[in-house]
């Protein structure tokens, strides 16, 4: 009967806490006890620390009930209210004993215990290493949902089907992996799996010498994480380009305009991703990551020219990036998005303290090496950001802004007025599929210093049948926005030797 039902009040908050024998106390389970007291009957109360960590990641919608001040905790808690409205809480029963969990709104997937194939016990370790260090790195990139070592280890030694495993766990994508020793050699397999189809999006084999292998497994695992992640991106940005827009999610619209910032380059397809972006703040105004994106598109809308008032721009992406550091400071992303605006204002120290801050929370990240690099060219440091430039390269093979990460390069050797190496660069940066003009352009400057006239001349051409009517003003006005070391002398000189008009 509904009068003798009993009506739970939940509050949750992730923190420190200190085991004593059989009991637990601290802040964390201070602040967990004060938001039960104040929920309401049959509600939900979560902190902000537990907001970041699951927003867009669960089928569920969140209240922000504001900074409240609890009892025996000395700041204001900011508290939020799980939204079950709507919510069919028995369905989600039948859910979990069925074994079966709805799919979050982002990415989510399961590494796998590696196999080990070698017949070697002593083997066993590398293998389970492998798959827990995977499942670290994964984990420091904040847009998926990884599911914790604990459960994916549920499946070690059993002969599994991961569309079951997916169902079991809730994820979408699926990593699985296998260790072979031969001597003083290993191979390393590994495999990513839709396993809501059952179709594989990538796989590859690693062969290796074992001598260290604490450096071995750190190596495969830095790159299997640099494959997965820009593979899944392109899984969800193309999933997202064929949904209808009207049908999107906060999850989709940022994915969409994700697609569109790097597909299309027009001053049109900058202000759609812009547009999507908003709306994805707009529907989860804690989203982090999507701030970060309108941050950067405004920055981009900069760079390639595509706006009438770059200061204003300037100050939308500032904007843009402050929020995504308020809503989640331990978002590298957010902190890349910052870096990058104050390298426009010519603030470089302060630029790559950014920088430097989200590399900290992810060393894998591509956007965070590519961003110190500017900030160290654009402050004057070319040497030292040829490095970070490599190293953003080398973690993603097949990013969509490769083309950029190549020609920052080729920016990085001109300063240093090495051309041959600056050519190669651009050579590299021009056979991208959605390469800008400017990579024409730098690349044109560079064969003219070389004495190679007319393969600077046809680079010239191509470069004005992306941008018709651009000249060396316009050469000036978009390289001199960096300041006294963006190396905008060399490049108008050299293409002047091209015979490009003032």
Not at 120 to 130: L, V
Not at 154 to 168: C, I, P
Not at 190 to 202: C, E, F, N
Request: glycine share 8%; charged share 25%; proline share 4%.
């Amino acid at each position: 009967p509904e009068e003798r039902r009993i009506r739970y009040r939940i509050g949750i908050n992730i923190g420190d806490i200190i085991v004593d024998g059989e009991d637990i106390y601290g802040d964390g389970i201070n602040v967990a006890a004060r938001l039960e007291e104040i929920a309401e009957p049959g509600s939900v109360y979560v902190s902000r620390s537990v907001y970041n960590q699951i927003k867009g990641k669960v089928g569920l919608g969140f209240e922000d009930l504001g900074e409240k001040q609890v009892k025996n905790i000395p700041d204001p808690v900011r508290v939020y209210r799980v939204d079950l409205s709507g919510t069919d809480t028995d369905s989600l029963s039948r859910d979990f004993e069925a074994g079966s969990l709805p799919l979050p709104d982002k990415p989510s997937i399961a590494v796998l215990p590696f196999q080990n194939m070698s017949g070697d016990p002593e083997q066993e370790f590398f293998a389970d290493g492998m798959a827990e260090e995977i499942i670290t790195a994964l984990s420091r990139y904040h847009w998926f949902f990884v599911i914790a070592r604990n459960s994916s280890f549920t499946y070690k030694g059993r002969a599994v089907d991961v569309t079951q495993v997916a169902k079991e766990l809730g994820v979408r994508y699926v990593l699985e992996g296998s260790v072979r020793k031969a001597g003083n050699r290993v191979r390393v397999t590994a495999q990513l799996i839709d396993a809501t189809t059952g179709s594989h999006i990538w796989a590859e084999r690693y062969d290796r010498e074992l001598d260290d292998i604490f450096a071995l497994q750190d190596e495969i695992t830095e790159t299997i994480v640099a494959a997965v992640e820009p593979e899944l991106g392109a899984v969800e940005r193309e999933r997202a380009r064929r949904k209808p827009p009207e049908n999107l999610n906060a999850w989709g619209l940022y994915q969409r305009g994700l697609w569109l910032f790097y597909a299309d380059q027009t001053r049109g397809g900058m202000d759609e991703a812009k547009r999507l972006f908003q709306r994805a703040c707009e529907l989860d105004p804690g989203f982090a990551a999507a701030h970060a994106e309108l941050s950067f598109t405004h920055v981009a809308e900069i760079v390639r020219g595509l706006t009438d008032d770059p200061k204003a721009s300037l100050h939308a992406a500032a904007d843009a990036a402050e929020r995504a550091v308020a809503l989640d400071a331990r978002d590298p992303a957010a902190r890349v998005a910052l870096g990058r605006v104050l390298i426009f204002r010519h603030s470089h120290e302060r630029a790559i303290a950014e920088m430097e801050a989200a590399l900290a929370l992810n060393a894998s990240f591509d956007r965070g090496h590519y961003g110190l690099g500017m900030a160290l060219l654009y402050g004057g440091r070319p040497e030292e950001s040829i490095p970070q430039f490599e190293r953003g390269i080398r973690l993603s093979p097949r990013s969509p802004l490769l083309w950029a990460y190549w020609m920052m390069l080729g920016l990085a050797y001109i300063n240093l007025e090495k051309y041959e190496e600056a050519t190669a660069s651009f050579e590299k940066a021009i056979q991208q599929p959605n390469a800008a003009f400017m990579v024409f352009v730098h690349a044109a400057s560079t064969l003219a210093h070389l004495g190679r006239i007319e393969e600077a001349r046809a680079l010239l051409a191509e470069a004005k049948t992306r941008k018709p009517g651009f000249s060396i003003d316009t050469v000036r006005s978009a390289a001199g926005q960096f300041g006294p070391h963006s190396g905008v002398a060399r490049i108008i000189d050299g293409l002047r030797k091209a015979g490009l008009s003032e």
